[in-house]
């Protein structure tokens, strides 16, 4: 497994905390950078846009893959960031089963802060684009 992932400027070697350093930098290929070694989320408390998108996407269609295609990522990189954003929250957000994803207690109280702060970011990158 490369420690690696890609720049602007091409590949960076980064060592352990390349998945950090991807997911920092917002890099678009983030999900083909190497996990930690440990298999832990490397980022500590830090939550991403991406990791509430994938978990509104989720918490909307009942299943990681269907959410996974809507926003244009793998599945298991969906299933990667609700691991981060589980591990940032110190919670469950999901009860995984065979027929899809259903929303922890946990997950139903934050899923409308989640939409709020992606309705915010939505306006302040439309602000900016002006």
């Not at 290929?29 to 830090?46: L, M």
């Not at 802060?113 to 002006?130: F, G, H, N, Q």
């Amino acid at each position: 497994m490369s420690d690696s992932c890609s720049d602007v400027a091409g590949p960076v070697e980064l060592g352990q905390n390349a998945s950090a350093w991807c997911l920092a930098k917002m890099d678009p290929t983030w999900w083909r950078c190497p996990p930690s070694r440990t298999g832990t989320c490397t980022v500590g408390a830090f939550m991403h846009e991406r990791e509430f998108r994938a978990f509104v996407s989720i918490a909307e269609l009942g299943r990681m893959d269907q959410a996974a295609q809507a926003l244009g990522y793998s599945q298991p990189a969906v299933s990667y960031q609700i691991k981060c954003l589980e591990q940032s929250l110190g919670t469950e957000l999901f009860v995984r089963d065979s027929t899809g994803s259903r929303l922890t207690r946990e997950g139903r109280m934050i899923l409308p802060s989640a939409r709020a702060m992606l309705a915010l970011y939505d306006s302040i990158k439309s602000v900016v684009a002006a």
